[in-house]
């Protein structure tokens, strides 16, 4: 089974960049997508359905921002969006807004595991926006995991908006206390891998230097000066099923490059 994540950085452009030609060529059985910044209406869930997909899209309330999606050839037994109401959603408020209404958050129950895509809020170039993420988001999605894991094991996929490590970052040192690198959001990481959840990419490869996001502004691509920040973790009782992952950063559809999981076949 193998399954993709991807930040696209927007369906619509990524399509017109020749999304729909990659997925038919890479040809995975779920893809994971974080910042579709698209309606359900706007994704052409028609081209999916040709390709084999079946479609679950959770999109912002705010039209062109955030949102999650996952396309599977696979019959899921269950969805939930968000954090199935398992929370007061007045902790999510914030000056910008309710974080729960950004489509940060999306599972699919297989029959041997739980799939978890999410786009984990930025902390901002400010960070007017790390306590939520830390205080509230990153322990809230943990709480879920651990619910979830009561029943199944879980495999948690996204743009989780940290490196974790400095080997996860070109220059870690001048981004101590810079969005995606700081104490906090780094301590939220350690928190999961505490919990038990494994980094897969670090499990397979710990020397490896790789990157999935590199900024727009400074050419940064080019010159491979990127980050980490796109990842599968997964429960420790899940580890033996993976065979193999993988970053993609040949790909250039959009300014983040795929992860790809693959896991032993599950009923």
């Not at 029943?151 to 996204?158: D, I």
Request: aromatic residues 12%; proline residues 4%.
């Amino acid at each position: 089974m193998k399954i993709l994540s991807f930040n696209v950085n927007g369906i619509r452009s990524a399509v017109n960049k020749g999304f729909f030609e990659w997925l038919e060529a890479e040809n995975p059985d779920v893809i994971c997508l974080q910042e579709t910044k698209a309606q359900p209406e706007q994704i052409d869930v028609l081209k999916f359905k040709e390709l084999g997909y079946d479609s679950y899209i959770n999109s912002a309330e705010k039209k062109g921002y955030s949102g999650t999606a996952i396309f599977t050839k696979i019959k899921p037994q269950s969805v939930t969006v968000n954090f199935d109401s398992c929370f007061d959603n007045r902790i999510f408020a914030d000056q910008y807004g309710d974080v729960s209404r950004e489509g940060r958050l999306l599972s699919l129950e297989f029959a041997d595991f739980f799939l978890l895509t999410t786009y984990v809020p930025n902390a901002k170039h400010d960070l007017s926006r790390l306590a939520m993420r830390h205080d509230v988001w990153d322990k809230k999605l943990l709480e879920f995991i651990t619910l979830l894991e009561k029943r199944k094991p879980v495999v948690l996929c996204g743009d989780l908006n940290v490196a974790h490590r400095p080997i996860d970052l070109a220059n870690p040192k001048q981004n101590e206390k810079n969005a995606g690198y700081t104490p906090e959001e780094r301590e939220g990481f350690d928190n999961f891998m505490t919990h038990g959840l494994v980094d897969v990419f670090r499990r397979f490869y710990p020397d490896t230097v790789k990157y999935t996001w590199w900024s727009m502004r400074t050419q940064a691509r080019d010159r491979n000066v990127g980050w980490r920040i796109d990842y599968f973790l997964c429960s420790q009782a899940f580890v033996k099923q993976v065979v193999s992952t993988a970053i993609l950063d040949e790909v250039t559809i959009s300014d983040h490059c795929p992860v790809r999981l693959i896991v032993k076949n599950q009923g």
